[in-house]
Structure formats: structure tokens, C-alpha cells
């Protein structure tokens, strides 16, 4: 066997929201790294994708229908057999940004509903599917683009932060490329994507010292299937390493990972079966090089406590611990690690925890945790909570919480503190 438990459940960590013991033990069955790695890749058993009526509401444009569609995603990542696709989906989220705050509540939802579905697929698919979603045309505004009246706004971020990333194009090529992308636009009446062949520029532009009749389409192909495939295929390797790896790869692992995901001719899956395939994967500076995103800190919560979305309630606390789902903060998405250091999203955090340890007592988690030796009341929060390897300090410091109350004769409040304690401690805490 060439793995640990240990390694299990790192896996299970970056590739969803946290593994149960029963999870790694069956996994834990399999007899090579090889076969864990695309055990957790087989997204076979993945549940019907279906939108929520309330989401569907004319009636109410906002609240209700975003209410509903962070709960269901929320549901999905915490109770998906799946769990991967669940996190790519997210991934992409905070890749290809859209934000509601830009349109209705449905349109976003089908967005996500779309990357949901290519998550692990093709590349070229889903970028191209991306450029003609409803919501990335109203929130970079190309539905207005069009012929002598261009509109550069997704053309660049297209290039610069979509799939390419900086010194790869230059402001002429923006410039052409916004023309290239005329004509593509949005039906407001089916709130779907319409080409309006009259809107769109025909003339010859150069693009990447290529001049010809651009259309917007042909101009992903060329990045992702043409001559810019390996700048293409190294942007987007670094940014899916520093999201399910951690940050400042050495480069000798972007090449191999470039190289593989252009050999896999740019399937999804195969770049991140080559990310968890990696030594450096199961390093102990990537075991400790990403903090959990508020809502994946929240989801791997209600994975834990058997909580769900309507009781849980993470609507209330998304926006205060930093993470706004289906609303990233701009174009470029929510930073991650640092970005999500901040003493208000820390305070926003909290609030979640202190809301939580109630749910959780009524639903009798950690009860008779109180007349446990404190040893064994803190072996049940780790266990509970997956947290494989706590540090010493950790667990030291949970010891010290139950014998504590216990000695003030407090042994009622050791079943809700074990859930703040266990939530807000820098093991759960880590991703």
C-alpha cells in the first residue's frame, strides 16, 4: 500500500468538504494511491440536477429565490455522493465570476446549474458554453456589444483573467477581440442566448498577429485548441493547483501538469487526476497550505453535525464570513488563504458557530459529552468533526475546555461549547 490514512483524508478534504470515518475506511480497502484518486473521481452516482420552484418565482425577483438556491447548492456539496464535482463546480464559480447582483436570482442559478454539469468535462466545452451563458453576458456586459458601438469588457477578461492571464495579448487585441464578439447577446424576453447576425462586426481583425473575420467562438477554440493551448493550459493548471493544492507550486510541476492536461487534449478530470497524483500533493506544506473558504467551512460543518441548509441556515452568515455565494466581490473572485483572514469575517464566522451549537445540541450531538473523561469527549469532537490528526495545542486545548467546566460543575455547557470549539479551531478550520 502506498498511502495513509493520513493521505485519505487530505484527499477527501480538497476534493469535497471532508471525509466520515466510514468514507476512509472504505477507501482505505483500495490497494494503490492510483485507484483512491479515481475512486473519488467517479462521479457515476452523481444526483439529478433539478431547479428549486422558488427559484423559478417570478413573483420575487430576490430574497426568496437566492434563500432557496444557496440552501440547495449547499445541500448538494454536504450531502452528494459526489462531492467533487460540487467543488470544481465551485471552483468555477470563482473562475468564470458572474454575480447576482447583476441579474435575477434564476439566471445565476442556471449558470451554476450549467458548470455544475461540465465541471469535469472538457475545457473548450465549457468555456465556450460560459461565453454564451445568459449571466456572463449581462455581467460583462457583451449583450450590448455590437457592431460600431463595441464593448470590450468581456473580450478582456476573456484574455486576461478567463484563460490566458497577462503578457499573453496585447491592447489591440482586446480591441479586435471585443469585435469578434459582437453580435452575441442576450434575449431578455426567454432570458437565454441569442447571436444577432446584423449586430455583428464582419470586417477583418487581428488577433494574436492573426488577421482574418473573427468570430467570438473561434477565437476560444485558438486558445484552448490552437496556438495559445499552452498558455491556456499552464494558466489554468496554477490557478486549479493553488485551489485544490495551495499557493507557489514550484514551475517544474506547472509544466508536467500543463503537458499532461494538453496531452488529455484539455479534459478536466485528467488535470485534476494529475494534480492528486502528484508527490507534492501529499507533501506536509500542502497538507497545511489552504484555509477552508467560508462555505466549504460551513458545508464540511453540516456534513459533520448531520445539519441541513433549512436548519443550518448558512444564508444568514455567508456575506458576514466573507464568501457571498453567487456573488463573488468582482471579476477576478474571492482570494483565497489571506483573503479570507480579516477580523470581520473571523466575527462572521463566529456568529455561524455560536448559531450552530444549538442546532446541534437539539439534535443531541456530543450528548453526554459532559461526563466523559476529557480525553474521550475530545477523541468524539475530533472524530465527529474528521479531524484525522489534531495538533497538540489543539487537542490540549480541548481537554483543558471539558475538564474545565467540568470542574465548575458546568458539565451541560461541554455539549454546545465542543461544537464552537471544534469549528472555530485551526484544524477544521484548515482545508
Same mark, same amino acid.
Given at each position: 500500500m502506498d498511502f495513509t490514512r493520513a493521505d485519505v483524508a487530505h484527499l477527501l478534504r480538497r476534493a469535497g468538504f471532508g471525509g466520515t470515518t466510514a468514507e476512509i475506511d472504505?477507501?482505505?480497502?483500495?490497494?494503490?494511491?492510483?485507484?483512491?484518486?479515481?475512486?473519488?473521481?467517479?462521479?457515476?452516482?452523481?444526483?439529478?440536477?433539478v431547479i428549486p420552484e422558488a427559484v423559478e418565482d417570478r413573483d420575487d425577483q430576490w430574497y426568496v429565490p437566492?434563500?432557496?438556491?444557496?440552501?440547495?447548492? @449547499?445541500? %448538494?456539496?454536504?450531502?452528494? =455522493?459526489?462531492? !467533487?464535482? #460540487?467543488?470544481?463546480?465551485?471552483?468555477?464559480?470563482g473562475f468564470f465570476v458572474s454575480s447576482?447582483?447583476?441579474?435575477?436570482?434564476?439566471?445565476?442559478?442556471?449558470?451554476?446549474?450549467?458548470?455544475?454539469?461540465?465541471?469535469?468535462?472538457?475545457?473548450?466545452?465549457?468555456?465556450?458554453?460560459?461565453?454564451?451563458?445568459?449571466?456572463?453576458?449581462?455581467?460583462?456586459?457583451?449583450?450590448?456589444?455590437?457592431?460600431?458601438n463595441p464593448n470590450e469588457n468581456f473580450a478582456r477578461e476573456l484574455m486576461e483573467l478567463f484563460l490566458l492571464g497577462q503578457g499573453h495579448y496585447t491592447e489591440a487585441d482586446v480591441v479586435d477581440m471585443a469585435r469578434a464578439w459582437t453580435g452575441h447577446s442576450f434575449d431578455t424576453e426567454g432570458e437565454t442566448y441569442i447571436?444577432?447576425?446584423?449586430?455583428?462586426?464582419?470586417?477583418?481583425?487581428?488577433?494574436?498577429? @492573426?488577421? %482574418?473575420?473573427?468570430?467570438? =467562438?473561434?477565437? !476560444?477554440? #485558438?486558445?484552448?485548441?490552437?496556438?495559445?493551448?499552452?498558455?491556456?493550459?499552464?494558466?489554468?493548471a496554477t490557478k486549479l493547483w493553488a485551489f485544490l493544492a495551495g499557493p507557489a507550486p514550484a514551475p517544474a510541476v506547472i509544466d508536467d501538469l500543463a503537458a499532461a492536461f494538453v496531452t488529455a487534449d484539455m479534459d478536466i478530470k485528467e488535470l485534476v487526476r494529475a494534480i492528486f497524483l502528484r508527490p507534492e500533493f501529499r507533501t506536509p506544506a500542502v497538507?497545511?497550505?489552504?484555509?477552508?473558504?467560508?462555505?466549504?467551512?460551513?458545508?464540511?460543518?453540516?456534513?459533520?453535525?448531520?445539519l441541513p441548509a433549512n436548519?443550518?441556515?448558512?444564508?444568514?452568515?455567508?456575506?458576514?464570513?466573507?464568501?457571498?455565494?453567487?456573488?463573488?466581490?468582482?471579476?477576478?473572485?474571492?482570494?483565497?488563504?489571506?483573503?479570507?483572514?480579516?477580523?470581520?469575517?473571523?466575527?462572521?464566522?463566529?456568529?455561524f458557530a455560536s448559531h450552530i451549537q444549538w442546532m446541534a445540541r437539539d439534535r443531541g450531538v456530543f450528548a453526554g459529552a459532559g461526563s466523559?473523561?476529557?480525553?474521550?469527549?475530545?477523541?468524539?469532537?475530533?472524530?465527529?468533526?474528521?479531524?484525522?490528526?489534531?495538533?497538540?495545542?489543539?487537542?490540549?486545548?480541548?481537554?483543558?475546555?471539558?475538564?474545565?467546566?467540568?470542574?465548575?460543575?458546568?458539565?451541560?455547557?461541554v455539549q454546545p461549547g465542543l461544537v464552537v470549539l471544534m469549528m472555530m479551531s485551526p484544524d477544521f478550520q484548515a482545508a
Open positions: 472504505a477507501l482505505m480497502e483500495l490497494d494503490s494511491w492510483a485507484e483512491v484518486v479515481d475512486r473519488v473521481l467517479d462521479t457515476t452516482a452523481n444526483p439529478a440536477d437566492w434563500v432557496s438556491s444557496v440552501q440547495y447548492w @449547499m445541500d %448538494r456539496m454536504a450531502t452528494s =455522493p459526489t462531492p !467533487i464535482v #460540487e467543488k470544481m463546480t465551485l471552483f468555477w464559480h447576482v447582483e447583476k441579474m435575477v436570482t434564476r439566471v445565476m442559478f442556471k449558470q451554476i446549474k450549467t458548470y455544475r454539469a461540465l465541471a469535469l468535462g472538457d475545457l473548450h466545452e465549457l468555456a465556450q458554453e460560459m461565453a454564451k451563458d445568459p449571466a456572463m453576458l449581462l455581467y460583462l456586459d457583451n449583450w450590448t456589444n455590437k457592431v460600431g447571436y444577432y447576425p446584423g449586430r455583428h462586426d464582419n470586417g477583418q481583425k487581428t488577433i494574436w498577429g @492573426m488577421t %482574418r473575420n473573427w468570430d467570438g =467562438p473561434d477565437t !476560444i477554440t #485558438e486558445m484552448v485548441r490552437g496556438s495559445k493551448q499552452q498558455a491556456c493550459a499552464r494558466f489554468v497538507r497545511t497550505g489552504l484555509l477552508r473558504s467560508p462555505v466549504e467551512w460551513m458545508v464540511a460543518t453540516m456534513r459533520a453535525l448531520g436548519v443550518a441556515r448558512p444564508e444568514w452568515f455567508v456575506e458576514r464570513a466573507g464568501q457571498y455565494l453567487y456573488a463573488p466581490p468582482n471579476v477576478g473572485g474571492w482570494r483565497a488563504n489571506e483573503g479570507w483572514i480579516a477580523t470581520s469575517t473571523t466575527w462572521g464566522r463566529g456568529s466523559m473523561t476529557p480525553a474521550a469527549a475530545a477523541q468524539m469532537a475530533f472524530d465527529r468533526f474528521g479531524v484525522a490528526e489534531p495538533s497538540p495545542a489543539t487537542r490540549a486545548a480541548v481537554e483543558a475546555y471539558v475538564r474545565g467546566e467540568q470542574t465548575a460543575h458546568r458539565g451541560w455547557a
